[in-house]
């Protein structure tokens, strides 16, 4: 079984920062792409963030020069630094992660976390 635990959620001012972590159990051989998606009620969810295994990333227009996500490989561990934030950015934020299993699974699939509110206050 994988699971994915995020934390880091919560309510913040205008302006204010929080930091999202996300850590991956379980079993685990290896770790492709982990990022960080969010979603209002009634729309889809939408990537704000992701990287590689080798720590290439790529962002939302939208977050570019106030997010910044990275990733400890030894501890299965994806971070978001949320800096500058603004109302629009109010949404739960669910982490994900392209994991293989173990080596008889040939292929990553997709793992989901249950989500952490962030609610940002003008």
């Known amino acids: 079984q994988v699971q994915l635990v995020e934390s880091g959620g919560g309510l913040v001012q205008a302006g204010g920062s929080l930091r999202l972590s996300c850590a991956a159990s379980g079993s685990i051989f290896s770790i492709n792409t982990m990022g960080w998606y969010r979603q209002v009620p009634g729309k889809q969810r939408d990537l704000v963030a992701a990287i590689t295994y080798g720590g290439i990333t790529n962002y939302a227009d939208s977050v570019k020069g106030r997010f910044t996500i990275s990733r400890d490989n030894a501890k299965n561990t994806v971070y978001l630094q949320m800096n500058s934030l603004k109302p629009e950015d109010t949404a739960v934020y669910y982490c994900?992660?392209?994991?293989?299993?173990?080596?008889?699974?040939?292929?990553?699939?997709?793992?989901w976390g249950q989500g952490t509110q962030v609610t940002v206050s003008s």
């Open positions: 994900n992660a392209e994991i293989r299993p173990s080596y008889v699974t040939k292929v990553h699939r997709d793992y």
